[in-house]
């Protein structure tokens, strides 16, 4: 591996700290609440015993202490929590007379934790509460509950799939990264080569221009290690940049060309060392944008202080103009998305929704919806340097359109006396897409859409199939806030995980540029030391022969290689 190579995986805590800390913490909070309002709720509606009131209430107070132990770079106390969450939910189970499906959401979070850090084990909070409760509900007398394995299992699941997505996003920005970042020091190393061998009077042309003084009395002569070194760097380094003489020289013919009033005419006159100045693609066209801004008359002398690697930041002095080139983009990862976690989670609530035990809507209800979220979903991931702004009135316009359907449809085909309220159910996911990207929409859209999700919600009360009460939807309230007040926050960290990310990914690329540019002009120097040495050698052996103005201009030649190599040595 390089030396400045990236990871091929990260820990969730170093790939996206901010959001992963935040998340579950708001999970934990949001989703323990609003049980234990609606526990309360439920004791009160059916006329359980009024202690369970108190006991809601003091489970709310334990719930607040224990979120200190959620939202850490890993679960903390991971049997303590499980034990009490075990307990918990087989005891509340048995304190709303079976209704063990509420009272098992109260495992989710801790489920959502294992599935998200320890991926390998995500089934280990479902099975374990889900088959205590199970077993404690026979004990008392109800029958067996088996949906309270379904939401510690979806959320667990959801952990998994969250971290596999994180990390399978990861290694393809990586790969990417490592691509353009091999190909950046591929040219940093030539430019590096170059700044030392093609400036004028270089070292590389002394030793090409003494090399023939000491050939032509050698009985054997040998040829310059640099004869066609130097040509053939030139080429290779033509094919992936520009030199400044060159990039100037155009853009001076093209512009002299245009208006045959000769006054207003320039020549540039490049510095001998600043015309084999590398050039990117995009920096020569950035310099000509430039140039057509200083819009220079006359004879105007081009320099440049100092080289640096091709596509690093570039200065060029242009008469008194001082120019800055700005560097080429370095890889960035693209930024996150709340959408795709937004429309798989829609694609899951939707097929629930066809559970026995609650809507019971046909299949063909449900799933082509959920169809159609789970390929939104991946659309999401597949293209996610998309614009937010046009991403996001696409995706709220269609999330609209779907939920819509789903509240129509899975209202008019519902098992009527599930005592369920379905119309409702699609807020539960487009909510929190809506909340994720109601920045991102036109000022209008803000305020049409929601419009649009009650015109939905009234749709689905329409083609109900039998009446139902106000108290029951002021108890679903709080379960269709509870996912938007997760998401509340969430997008400015995952927007500061990226700039993280790009920040690290710049820190590489740049050092990565810097350190070939080095080695380049290493490689240069070495081969030039040692071409010295074997000139000095030769130089030795035919001393006695050589006419005394000729030795004296090779030792000079000789000596002005060194201190130039040696002044190198230092830059």
């Given at each position: ?8 995986d990260l820990d969730?805590?170093?790939l996206?700290p ?19 309002l609606?526990?309360t ?5 059916n ?9 809601a209430?003091?489970c709310a107070a334990l719930?607040l202490?224990?979120g200190s ?24 189970s048995?304190?709303l ?9 109260v495992?989710?979070p801790?489920a ?6 320890y991926?390998?084990?995500f089934?280990l909070?479902p ?8 077993i ?13 394995y379904l ?9 998994v ?5 994180l990390?399978?996003r ?15 020091v ?8 170059n700044?030392v ?7 590389v ?5 003494t090399?023939p ?7 054997a ?23 400044l ?16 009033d000769l ?18 693609p ?6 000509q944008?430039?140039?057509?801004g200083?819009?220079?008359?006359g004879?105007?002398?081009v320099?440049?202080?100092r080289?640096g690697p091709?596509?690093?930041e570039?200065t ?7 120019l ?5 983009r370095?890889?960035?990862p693209?930024?996150l998305q709340?959408?795709?976690f ?5 694609a899951?609530l939707t097929?629930?929704q ?5 809507e019971a809507?046909p299949?063909?209800?449900?799933v082509?919806?959920?169809?159609v ?21 696409r995706?709220?316009?269609a999330?609209?359109a ?5 509240a ?7 098992r ?7 119309f409702?159910?699609?807020l539960q ?12 929409l ?8 929601p ?7 009234a ?12 108290i029951?939807v ?6 269709l806030a509870?996912p938007?007040?997760m998401?509340?926050?969430l997008?400015?960290l995952?927007?500061?995980?990226s ?12 050092g ?41 201009e090779i ?13 190198l040595?230092t830059d």
């Amino acid at each position: 591996m390089a030396d400045w190579d990236l990871p091929r995986d990260l820990d969730l805590d170093r790939l996206v700290p901010r959001s992963s800390s935040h998340f579950p913490r708001q999970v934990f909070r949001s989703v323990r609440l609003v049980t234990r309002l609606i526990e309360t709720l439920t004791v009160i509606h059916n006329g359980y015993p009024k202690p369970l009131v108190l006991a809601a209430v003091c489970c709310a107070a334990l719930d607040l202490r224990l979120g200190s132990y959620s939202g850490r770079s890993r679960p903390r106390r991971l049997a303590f929590r499980l034990l009490l969450d075990t307990v918990d939910v087989a005891l509340w189970s048995i304190a709303l007379h079976g209704a063990a499906d509420v009272a098992a959401v109260v495992a989710t979070p801790l489920a959502f934790e294992v599935g998200l850090w320890y991926g390998r084990w995500f089934a280990l909070a479902p099975a374990v509460v889900g088959t205590a409760t199970m077993i404690t509900l026979r004990l008392a007398g109800y029958p067996p509950a088996p949906l309270v394995y379904l939401w510690p299992a979806v959320w667990a699941a959801a952990g998994v799939l969250m971290a596999l997505v994180l990390r399978a996003r990861w290694r393809g920005e990586a790969r990417s990264a490592r691509d353009a970042i091999e190909a950046a020091v591929g040219q940093a190393e030539l430019s590096g080569q170059n700044s030392v061998a093609m400036g004028a009077d270089s070292v590389v042309d002394l030793l090409i221009r003494t090399n023939p003084l000491i050939a032509a009395y050698e009985a054997a002569p040998r040829p310059s290690p640099f004869s066609g070194w130097k040509a053939e760097l030139a080429e290779a380094c033509s094919r992936q940049a520009t030199y400044l003489g060159v990039a100037l020289t155009r853009w001076q013919r093209l512009y002299n060309s245009r208006s045959p009033d000769l006054s207003a005419d320039v020549e540039l006159e490049v510095a001998s060392r600043a015309g084999t100045l590398l050039l990117s693609p995009g920096q020569a066209q950035r310099l000509q944008e430039m140039l057509e801004g200083l819009a220079p008359r006359g004879t105007v002398r081009v320099d440049v202080p100092r080289q640096g690697p091709v596509g690093a930041e570039q200065t060029v002095m242009v008469g008194a103009a001082r120019l800055v080139i700005p560097a080429d983009r370095a890889p960035r990862p693209r930024p996150l998305q709340i959408a795709p976690f937004a429309l798989g989670a829609g694609a899951i609530l939707t097929l629930v929704q066809s559970l026995p035990q609650w809507e019971a809507a046909p299949l063909w209800t449900t799933v082509p919806l959920a169809l159609v979220l789970t390929v939104g979903c991946w659309l999401c991931l597949a293209r996610p340097g998309q614009d937010p702004m046009r991403m996001a009135r696409r995706l709220v316009v269609a999330g609209l359109a779907i939920g819509a359907a789903d509240a129509v449809l899975t209202s008019a085909f519902m098992r009527p006396d599930s005592g369920r309220l379905p119309f409702l159910f699609f807020l539960q996911w487009f909510g929190p897409l809506f909340v994720a990207h109601v920045a991102d929409l036109p000022r209008w859209q803000r305020g049409l859409v929601p419009v649009g999700a009650v015109a939905a919600v009234a749709a689905g009360m329409l083609a109900m199939p039998r009446d139902f009460t106000l108290i029951a939807v002021l108890m679903a309230v709080p379960w269709l806030a509870n996912p938007i007040f997760m998401v509340m926050g969430l997008r400015r960290l995952m927007a500061a995980d990226s700039s993280d990310l790009r920040a690290e990914m710049e820190r590489v690329h740049n050092g990565a540029v810097k350190e070939g540019f080095s080695r380049g002009r290493r490689l240069v120097v070495r081969l030039t030391t040692e071409a010295v040495q074997q000139l000095r050698d030769r130089y030795g052996g035919v001393r006695e022969s050589l006419p005394a103005d000729i030795a004296a201009e090779i030792e000079r030649r000789l000596d002005e290689v060194g201190a130039l190599l040696a002044a190198l040595g230092t830059d």
